[in-house]
């Protein structure tokens, strides 16, 4: 699954720890998931989607 969560950090000027702190994970898990090499639960992705106040198809776009 791809995802432009890298683009919506920037767009807030967040690091990674930032966002991490407020999303109540950890900077690692931000890692992984930027990189694609994490794909969130169900929970994390509607906390990033609200965050950002977007839908989650916004940050995740599911690729067969």
Same mark, same amino acid.
């Given at each position: 699954? %791809? ?6 950090? /920037?767009?807030?000027?967040? *690091? $990674? /720890? =930032? !966002?991490? %702190?407020? !999303?109540?994970? *950890?900077? $690692? *898990? ?12 169900? /929970? ?13 198809? =916004?940050?995740?776009?599911? /690729? =067969?």
């Amino acid at each position: 699954m %791809r995802n432009h969560l890298r683009e919506f950090r /920037e767009l807030k000027g967040l *690091t $990674q /720890e =930032d !966002l991490a %702190r407020a !999303l109540g994970v *950890t900077r $690692q *898990t931000i890692i992984a998931i930027e990189k694609g090499k994490y794909n969130p639960s169900l /929970e994390l992705a509607f906390k990033i989607a609200k965050f950002f106040k977007v839908k989650i198809e =916004d940050v995740f776009i599911y /690729e =067969d």
